[in-house]
């Protein structure tokens, strides 16, 4: 069996080594990085049992394969494509690497909310609503925020009235370095388990909080996920961990 990562850029991703920690080594995996999905993807026909999807591929992907699991058509994208015969099936692991990450905290949680409304938040919303969380939305543009709730049946709010809110689970999907959002202040995060989807330059790492779980998490659980799907082995979650 053969795998890889496909994107662009792809160079600096900690996925080799990640996928080698899993396996010992024992499968290759490779970076495929194509300024055409086209290409990246007749390349996967050709040479591979099963990609990861990286940006800005995701929703390409969405759109080419043959079956879409639910939480990829949830999310509205793919991060995981695995080969079966001639068929092609999407996942989006995304979703099980919040869940892994809020499971691991060992924390009860009831109240989310999800800061942003990007793919990385859609797939946050998803994996809070499958928590049973009361799922609450907010974005520097309320309409994007506002379609995103309505697309998954929760609530979006203004970050003028996120101080309102007494959430015990707070995703934060802003990418980039950039100041943290207006609205989140000292008082709403205290409370609160904080999970960061950004983990080259998270802005909320040093906040005071209830806990706090970085992005490079969110990535383990994903992985975790996506490479037993490839191999249909469990992967070796304590080697993973310690690769990152």
Known sequence: MKFALIGHPVSGSLSPRLFQAAYGGRYPYDL?????????????????????????????????????????????????????????????????????????????????????AGGAARAAAVAALRLGCRTTITNRTLSKAEALAEAL???????ADVPSLAPDLIVYTIPGSSAVVPGLTGDLLRNALVLEAEYKHP??????????????????????????????????????????
């Open 203 to 244: 802005v909320l790492a040093n906040v005071p909080c209830r806990a706090y779980a970085g992005g490079r998490r969110w990535l383990l659980w994903q992985a975790v996920a996506g490479y037993g799907l490839f191999t249909g082995e469990e992967p070796d979650a304590e080697k993973m961990s310690a690769v990152l």
């Open 32 to 116: 495929i990085e194509e300024a055409s999905f086209d290409v990246a993807w007749a390349r996967f026909l050709a040479e591979y049992d099963g990609i990861n999807v990286t940006a800005p591929f995701k929703q390409d992907a969405f759109a080419r394969v043959n079956r879409l699991t639910p939480d990829a058509q949830l999310t509205g994208a793919v991060n995981l494509v695995v080969r079966s015969g001639e068929e092609t099936v999407g996942y989006n692991t995304d979703v099980e690497g919040v869940l892994g990450a809020v499971r691991e905290s060992g924390l009860p949680v009831s109240e989310a909310l999800i800061v942003g």
């Open 153 to 159: 049946s929760c609530q979006a709010v203004a970050l």
